[in-house]
């Protein structure tokens, strides 16, 4: 069964740094999404991505947030200079039109 | 505006036992309801989904849901609750056609007790 997957499993990096989070969707999807999941807390919309552009972003998703699809498979999440309360559970999700697949999650931890 | 309201945050049943997790939404035009659970260190796996039609809805793992439109309600139920059912329960809310972004309610923990 096809699924969505994320690396890395876990990013450790200090306060100020650029990361990079990926996703490869399910093939044949079309729109792509990133969710947040802070610790204990409920999941969070960030941005959705359709034919190669945003097509809608959440308050969270500031300029210090960009996406990508460099090619076509992979879907990535930049944050440019992380900060402490970026730290969370980073979910990806694609979908044709219906039900949501989402991925098992990058942890990042910023220090 | 768009959401979901989990009233629960745990819920403890026995095990064989009937379960319902409650969750009531508010949205904009058709809703398009979704049960998501989550296991711990784990991604979101999808239970079910109601867009249109039965109101009574199955899904995965023998967890079905009712629409309510009424009361705005979309609960999660199962007749007979295993010890593997244990876990966190996520309801999500869009809206109109299309592949909208989902809004989450907070959860609520399933604690089933053998």
């Known amino acids: 069964e096809p699924e969505v997957t994320q690396t890395p499993s876990h990013q450790v990096t200090q306060m100020g740094q650029e990361v990079i989070l990926r996703c490869v969707p399910i093939s044949n999807h079309l729109y792509f999404y990133w969710y947040r999941q802070i610790l204990g807390q409920k999941v969070e919309f960030l941005v959705s991505?359709?034919?190669?552009?945003?097509?809608?972003k959440s308050e969270i998703f500031d300029d210090q947030f960009s996406v990508e699809r460099p090619d076509g498979s992979n879907f990535t999440l930049k944050i440019r200079s992380t900060k402490l309360e970026d730290s969370a559970m980073y979910f990806c999700?694609?979908?044709?039109?219906?039900?949501?697949?989402f991925g098992p999650g990058t942890r990042l931890t910023v220090t | 505006a768009q959401s979901v309201a989990q009233p629960e945050d745990q819920v403890n049943v026995a095990e064989g036992n009937p379960l319902t997790v409650k969750c009531t939404y508010s949205v904009s035009g058709n809703p398009y309801l979704f049960w998501y659970v989550q296991y711990p260190n784990r991604g979101l796996q999808f239970l079910l989904k109601?867009?249109?039609?039965?109101?009574l809805v199955k899904g995965s793992y023998g967890f079905e849901a009712e629409f309510n439109k009424s009361q705005t309600s979309f609960h999660l139920k199962k007749p007979s609750a295993l010890v593997s059912d244990s876990a966190l329960y996520f309801c999500a809310v869009t809206y109109g056609e299309g592949a909208n972004n989902l809004f989450f309610g907070t959860g609520t923990r399933l604690t089933v007790i053998p």
């Open positions: 991505f359709y034919n190669n552009e945003i097509s809608e």
């Open positions: 999700a694609s979908t044709t039109l219906g039900e949501q697949y």
């Open positions: 109601y867009i249109t039609g039965d109101n």
